[in-house]
């Protein structure tokens, strides 16, 4: 078996796949598993990624299945461990992104590590410690109205200080541009003062291979796909992927299933309306007890066959607020996901199998309710999307798990050019 390089705990089902197409590319054979596996498991692979949906559960739940992630890459012998989060750093005051990372850092018995969320092929930066999204703030942008997870500040080092008792610090980019040296100088000093977790600029992706060169000792690394690419070239991963899964195949039915209200999935859904049928899941249907999944099960079965049909619960943010203020914030998530995890589940039962899902919520409902295992990394449809393919009881399943930030307004018409 190849030794393992790279263990990575992801927070979500699309981060998971995001990443795991990083270490893919970079050349390193890759896994994704879906949970920890069972303790006699044997995989072949030089990075794995553990895929968790612990992103917006209460923090004690989120460390404890992140820890049990992490002690089984622990019994591979990693050489480096990973925590994966969102490029928008995705969390609340209470976590989960600070708790897991003391929780690592506790479990490995190391007292420094860094965060970096940057990922500058999707836009995100930092810069003095705060997060941007394209040209403007996090907390000026589209995460502002996030339902679960609303970003009101862009300070990473604010943020994080609030998530952890650990001393939270910054490491700004006129010490990045200067290379690994300065920086390995900039963290001698920091260590020295007490410092546990570096907030560490980036704004290209030279910036990350300089970070990764300057970390390189470090067991534990936490950040977005970005920090993965200067990881990779760090280590020296190869320069060519073979483990491309795309099959010459006829194409199957295919469907989209977005349950992300993002700006972005909101402007890929209206473009795909534009020329395609869909069938919206309205919350309060599902709260007033219709058949909302009969419904749209029956009228998806009408119309497979024909162009990729859209099921969608896409809303504003005033609908999503009002919405959250009726119903909870939790359960109103839940419906939906349950909603659309057991349409999936229908039209998979009826020959779908080639899927979008949108979301890193719905992505996580859908896969488990698809009961996968484990994913196969294919070809790439946009930064930090893959196509990606299971077995399943009904066949081999292609899947793209997208997060609702990522990928242009036409990115559910195009994607499937990539099978």
């Not at 190849?2 to 197409?21: E, K, Q």
């Not at 977005?224 to 195949?249: F, H, I, K, M």
């Not at 909870?328 to 999936?344: K, N, Q, R, W, Y």
């Not at 893959?386 to 399943?392: A, G």
């Amino acid at each position: 078996m190849a030794p393992l390089l790279i263990g990575c705990v992801a927070d979500d089902f699309t981060g998971a796949t995001d990443v795991a197409n990083i270490f893919a590319r970079g050349g390193l054979k890759t896994t994704v598993l879906i949970g920890v596996p069972a303790d006699d498991a044997q995989v072949d692979a030089e990075a794995i990624v553990i895929a968790l949906k612990t992103r917006t559960i209460h923090p004690s739940l989120a460390v404890e299945e992140s820890l049990n992630a992490l002690r089984w890459l622990r019994q591979r012998h990693a050489q480096k461990y990973y925590f994966k989060y969102c490029s928008t750093f995705d969390s609340t005051h209470r976590g989960n992104i600070g708790p897991v990372t003391e929780a690592f850092l506790s479990e490995l018995d190391s007292d420094f590590t860094i965060a970096c969320p940057a990922f500058p092929a999707n836009g995100r930066t930092i810069y003095k410690g705060n997060l941007f999204v394209g040209d403007v703030p996090l907390n000026e942008s589209g995460m502002r109205n996030h339902p679960l997870t609303p970003m009101k500040d862009s300070n990473l080092i604010r943020v994080l200080a609030e998530q952890t008792k650990l001393n939270v610090s910054g490491c700004y980019h006129e010490t990045v541009q200067r290379g690994a040296s300065a920086i390995t100088e900039w963290a001698r000093a920091a260590k020295a003062e007490g410092i546990a977790i570096a907030v560490t600029d980036a704004l290209g992706n030279d910036d990350l291979v300089k970070i990764a060169k300057a970390f390189q000792g470090l067991p534990l690394f936490t950040g977005a796909s970005g920090l993965a690419y200067g990881l990779v070239t760090a280590l020296g991963g190869g320069v060519a992927n073979d483990q491309d899964v795309s099959e010459v195949r006829r194409p199957g039915l295919r469907a989209v299933i977005s349950g992300s209200c993002s700006v972005a999935t909101n402007g890929q859904v209206e473009t795909m309306l534009r020329d395609h049928e869909g069938y919206r899941i309205d919350v309060d249907d599902l709260a007033s007890g219709k058949d909302v999944v009969g419904e749209a099960v029956r009228w998806a079965k009408a119309r497979l066959g024909r162009k990729p049909i859209l099921i969608y619960a896409t809303a504003n943010p005033e609908e999503v607020k009002a919405n959250q203020e009726k119903l909870g914030v939790e359960a109103a998530g839940t419906l939906v996901e349950d909603a659309l995890s057991a349409i999936t589940l229908a039209l998979v039962e009826n020959g779908v199998s080639e899927l979008i899902v949108a979301g890193g919520e719905t992505s996580g409902a859908v896969v488990k309710a698809l009961d996968v295992k484990g994913l196969k990394i294919g070809r790439e449809i946009a930064p930090g999307v893959p196509w990606v393919r299971t077995d399943h009881k009904t066949g081999s399943l292609a899947l793209a798990l997208k997060s609702g930030n990522f990928g242009n307004s036409r990115f559910f018409l195009d994607a499937w050019e990539k099978l």
